[in-house]
T-cell receptor, first 108, second 111 residues
Framework: EIVLTQSPATLSLSPGERATLSCRAS???????LAWYQQKPGQAPRLLIY???IRATAIPDRFSGSGSGTDFTLTISRLEPEDFAVYYC?????????FGLGTKVEIK | QVHLQESGPGLVKPSETLSLTCSVS????????WSWFRQSPVKGLEWIGY???????DYNPSLGSRVTISLDTSNNQFSLSLTSVTAADTAVYYC?????WSQGTLVTVSA
């Protein structure tokens, strides 16, 4: 199965700063079927990005995804207070679908 | 707007079968994939499997032959069955389609 490694585990930033989150796959993700999710405590994951770079419906344009093959990045251009959460990458190009362990973006 | 809502017992005894149903509104189970996920502090987010509208299925091999996901087109629902549960199956269970997730339901396995 494809193992996804997210880094860093925790990112401490201030509102207004830029956040760069990494997701590295153990093998190439077919068709770049890589998604990014945001999760807040007590809530379900919220889809942000799919196929590596396509923003989901109603997702603000400060969120952007890039990358291909085995290296993917989620960028939040300017952090808003509501963006402090845990972010997961997920690949759905190969079975079994797998998730990374997450990056927590916390207020510095 | 697609809305998914799980239903089923919140407590299941070890060795018994966990059964959950996901009711769908705003879409039809006669199209797309319909998935189940779970999340626990130990294992994180885990894909359980999906059923396609053609009734083809794909399951996480980590669950072996314990899992079945099926469609109920007459009620616009889909279901999860997980047999021979242990404490390791305690988790929040979610149903999902095309990025739309249910709110999640905690299922605890305990005598």
């Amino acid at each position: 199965e494809i193992v996804l490694t997210q880094s860093p585990a925790t990112l401490s930033l201030s509102p207004g700063e830029r956040a760069t989150l990494s997701c590295r796959a153990s093998q190439s993700v077919p068709s770049n079927y890589l998604a990014w999710y945001q999760q807040k405590p007590g809530q379900a994951p919220r889809l942000l990005i799919y196929v590596a770079s396509i923003r989901a419906t109603a997702i603000p344009d400060r969120f952007s995804g890039s990358g291909s093959g085995t290296d993917f990045t989620l960028t939040i251009s300017r952090l808003e207070p509501e963006d402090f959460a845990v972010y997961y990458c997920q690949q759905y190009g190969d079975s079994p679908w797998t998730f990374g362990l997450g990056t927590k973006v916390e207020i510095k | 707007q697609v809305h998914l809502q799980e239903s089923g017992p919140g407590l299941v005894k070890p060795s018994e079968t966990l059964s959950l149903t996901c009711s769908v509104s705003g879409d039809s189970v006669t199209s797309h994939h319909w998935s189940w996920f779970r999340q626990s502090p130990v294992k994180g987010l885990e894909w359980i499997g999906y059923v396609h509208y053609t009734e083809n299925t794909d399951y996480n091999p980590s669950l072996g032959s314990r899992v079945t996901i099926s469609l109920d087109t007459s009620n616009n629902q889909f279901s999860l069955s997980l047999t021979s549960v242990t404490a390791a199956d305690t988790a929040v269970y979610y149903c999902e389609t095309r990025g739309h997730w249910s709110q999640g339901t905690l299922v605890t396995v305990s005598a």
